[in-house]
């Protein structure tokens, strides 16, 4: 899937991958924020309910952060069980820190969205 295409999922709903998002951004807009850093913030992703799709998510994370527990990890299911969202909670320290993880989020074949 490139970027901008849409999925089809088999329950009629489509998910878009937003990827372009990112690299569409300009300067101005990356130093446009409400956030104050560091602050904590939730990031999320969601796939295909794997057994190590949590793991997965957590790798790419500490990519970037590496100071949370595993107690700031959440999955949950959809209602079918098909997929799962993780969400970790992360101590933020910059808009390029978060932009960076949700790029490498965006960019993983198996992460069908980030938010």
Do not use: W
Request: aromatic share 6%; net charge negative; glycine share 4%.
């Amino acid at each position: 899937m490139r970027n901008g295409e849409t999925l089809k999922v088999r329950d009629g709903a489509a998910i878009s991958r937003t990827t372009d998002r990112f690299k569409n951004m300009t300067e101005d807009t990356k130093n446009e924020t409400s956030l104050e850093f560091p602050c904590e913030f939730p990031v999320k992703a969601m796939g295909l309910a794997t057994d190590d799709f949590d793991a997965l998510v957590v790798e790419i994370v500490r990519r970037h952060v590496t100071d949370f527990g595993e107690d700031s990890v959440r999955s949950r299911f959809s209602r079918k069980g098909k997929y799962v969202s993780v969400t970790v909670n992360i101590m933020a320290t910059s808009q390029a820190q978060l932009d960076a993880i949700y790029q490498d989020l965006s960019d993983h074949e198996r992460v069908v969205m980030a938010l």
